[in-house]
């Protein structure tokens, strides 16, 4: 098994590392305070071509491969998780599902200025009673001359107060579960849909996550994305990618926790030593390191997978289930080693703490993805 990354791959992990160390990680702090959605930052990795990673050089995408995006999101995620996100969402759950299963007027309409950073994309599936049963779906597209009219809910939706773009599931078969659902583009200037209030999330504070409610949302026939009724297959195809993406930016929190503390450790004092010559710290440096080499391991065979275009349920399940418990875990030490002052907003440690939550509870709690990798299991011989 080749350990080895490419020499373009390499080139674009450098590239992500730069632009994150020297732009972006010096507004994190600001864009978590004021919860501001991080334009500058979003702009600069457009122009890099970042938003649109993994989209065909035709679509004005810059056409890498799987694990190059997984690279950048892991580099970009170190830096601040709030702008890595918005470039997950983008990457994955918006750009992806269009150019999979979109059609070519389609691909021609959005990727392009979505894959140029032009325009935002959200993914909306999520709703009230809709969580980790997302073919519970109350949303409903019901036929009309031209189009649909979709009438629902959808909550904690990330880009959702300035994205343009929308990928919206809905119930278009009242009678069926998961095969009565359809997936659909909607531009949310279309009629009736309504941003309606923003949600005061513990971390990632700048993401912009929103409720968003169809009332009568007209939207036209050709923006129908794949079969009608086979929309669950496209969430599931989306999600396996989408979950790949969030272990990466689990990665970034847990690395920028080990190295907040090892700097902390070499220079703060107790008893008149660094604290890092005490054993009690060094367990826990090395539980961290060890901990966040396993996961990008687990994450870049994810990864690897998903770019051959293999199915990769049971193993993006392993590697985010992992990369988020081990995200939590590193940055719950980072405010234990730092002690009291890790608890106050002015270290670093404070905020990766928070940001760190939302990757065990996104795109599929952990106790989802167990449920998803014991399900796996079992059906092998």
């Known amino acids: 098994m080749d350990f080895e990354l490419s020499e373009e791959q390499r080139m674009i992990r ?38 649109g990673m993994c989209v065909s050089p035709d679509y004005g995408g810059a056409g890498l491969d799987f694990l190059s995006y997984i690279l950048a999101v892991d580099e970009i995620c170190t830096a601040c998780a709030t702008t890595g996100v918005i470039m997950s969402v983008q990457n994955s759950l918006v750009c992806g599902p269009i150019e999979a ?13 979505l894959a140029s950073g032009k325009k935002i994309g959200c993914y909306c599936l999520t709703e009230p009673q809709a969580g980790s049963d997302a073919a519970n779906l109350k949303t409903t597209a019901s036929k009309k001359d031209g189009g649909y009219l979709v009438n629902g809910t959808k909550m904690f939706v990330t880009n959702g107060g300035v994205a343009d773009v929308l990928v919206v599931y809905t119930r278009t078969d009242p009678a069926a579960k998961s095969r009565g659902i359809t997936a659909f583009i909607v531009e949310a200037d279309f009629p009736g849909v309504q941003r309606t209030h923003r949600e005061k ?30 929309g669950y297959s496209v969430a599931l195809w989306t999600l396996e990618g989408g979950r790949i993406g969030i272990a990466a930016q689990a990665i970034g929190i847990a690395r920028n926790a080990l190295a907040e503390c090892l700097k902390y450790s070499r220079e703060r004092e107790q008893f008149g030593q660094p604290i890092g010559e005490f054993q009690a710290i060094q367990w826990m440096l090395a539980d961290m390191a060890t901990e966040v080499s396993a996961a ?16 990769c349920a049971k193993e993006a399940s392993i590697a985010k289930l992992f990369a988020s418990e081990t995200a939590v875990r590193c940055a719950d030490r980072g405010v234990q080693i730092h002690g009291g002052y890790g608890y106050i907003q002015d270290f670093t440690v404070e905020r990766l703490y928070r940001d760190a939550k939302i990757t065990q509870l996104y795109e599929g709690t952990s106790q989802v993805q167990k449920q998803v990798i014991a399900g796996s299991v079992l059906k092998e011989e």
């Not at 299963?101 to 200025?113: C, H, I, M, N, V």
């Open 201 to 230: 999330t513990m971390g990632i504070r700048g993401s912009s996550t929103m409720e968003i409610v169809f009332k009568d949302a007209e939207v036209p026939e050709e923006n129908l994305l794949g079969e009608l009724n086979r």
């Open 14 to 51: 450098d590239a992500a590392r730069e632009v994150a160390e020297r732009e972006i990680a010096p507004r994190a702090a600001q864009t978590d305070e004021t919860r501001e959605f991080p334009w500058d930052n979003i702009r600069r990795l457009g122009e890099m071509g970042f938003m």
């Open 296 to 311: 990008q391991l687990l994450a870049y065979r994810a990864a690897i997978l998903r770019g051959r275009g293999d199915r």
């Open 101 to 113: 299963f979109g059609t070519e007027a389609q691909k021609r309409r959005y990727l392009p200025d």
